[in-house]
């Protein structure tokens, strides 16, 4: 079955330090990628979206994700955080031919003033 | 501001009631999934409305059902309520597409507690 895996639970670092967030996926054909942010107490907002083309995908932010192929990831990274980017980060793709978002179970990040 | 409108915004209910909850899309979407977040887990779909009718269903009890009206909002039913449906549930909107995701727009959510 299709599925989406985040590793990092829970991750914390200081401002300026860079940012790395692991997400897995699990199905052939056509790959489609997501990752959604969702600040404390906001909706969940599109970070950047991956369908064909270029691996590297530039998003909002300042946020960028590199789709690997070869590894089935999609990690999300950031050279280097601030405050306002703690928040939680979802990883999500597209079921095939139908309408619904497969969710990652989300990575809470944390970062220190 | 989301262009999904969600209401209402948290809900306290007690085991074995009932609960409604409403979603307005963002303006020229007639698509519109329901998701439960559960605390700590990433949101798992529940189903999708378009043209008045489900389309799609997720694995969900048949005490979650729903409803979309002609102006396109929805609301979503929880009948028999557990307290494991205590949640965030997430309404996301979109232009139909043969995908149904490129353009999802997602309101703030409606936290249920059930005690």
């Known amino acids: 079955a299709q599925s989406v895996s985040q590793h990092n639970h829970h991750v914390i670092l200081s401002e300026a330090a860079s940012l790395e967030l692991g997400c897995n996926y699990s199905?052939?054909?056509?790959?489609?990628l997501f990752w959604y942010v969702q600040y404390p107490g906001q909706h969940l907002q599109l970070l950047l979206k991956?369908?064909?083309?270029?691996?590297l995908v530039k998003g909002i932010k300042g946020f960028e994700a590199e789709f690997i192929k070869s590894k089935f990831s999609f990690n999300l990274r950031k050279p280097s955080v601030q405050w306002s980017d703690t928040a939680e980060y979802f990883c999500?793709?597209?079921?095939?031919?139908?309408?619904?978002?497969?969710f990652g179970q989300g990575t809470t990040l944390q970062v220190k003033p | 501001d989301a262009g999904v409108t969600q209401s209402p915004t948290h809900l306290i209910k007690t085991r074995g009631q009932q609960v409604t909850l409403r979603c307005s899309p963002k303006?020229?979407?007639?698509?519109v999934s329901w998701y439960q977040q559960a605390l700590g887990q990433g949101p798992q779909f529940i189903f999708q409305?378009?043209?008045?009718?489900?389309?799609q269903r997720g694995n969900f009890p048949d005490r979650f059902s729903g409803h979309q009206f002609p102006n396109y909002s929805s609301e979503l039913n929880v009948n028999a309520l557990l307290l494991g449906d205590s949640a965030l549930y997430l309404c996301?909107?979109?232009?139909?597409?043969?995908?149904?995701?490129?353009?999802?727009?997602f309101g703030s959510g409606t936290r249920l507690t059930v005690v």
């Open positions: 996301a909107s979109s232009p139909e597409t043969g995908y149904g995701n490129y353009g999802y727009t």
């Open positions: 199905y052939g054909g056509t790959v489609n």
């Open positions: 991956y369908f064909s083309g270029d691996p």
């Open positions: 999500a793709s597209p079921s095939s031919n139908t309408g619904k978002l497969i």
């Open positions: 303006s020229g979407h007639d698509t």
């Open positions: 409305y378009y043209e008045e009718e489900e389309r």
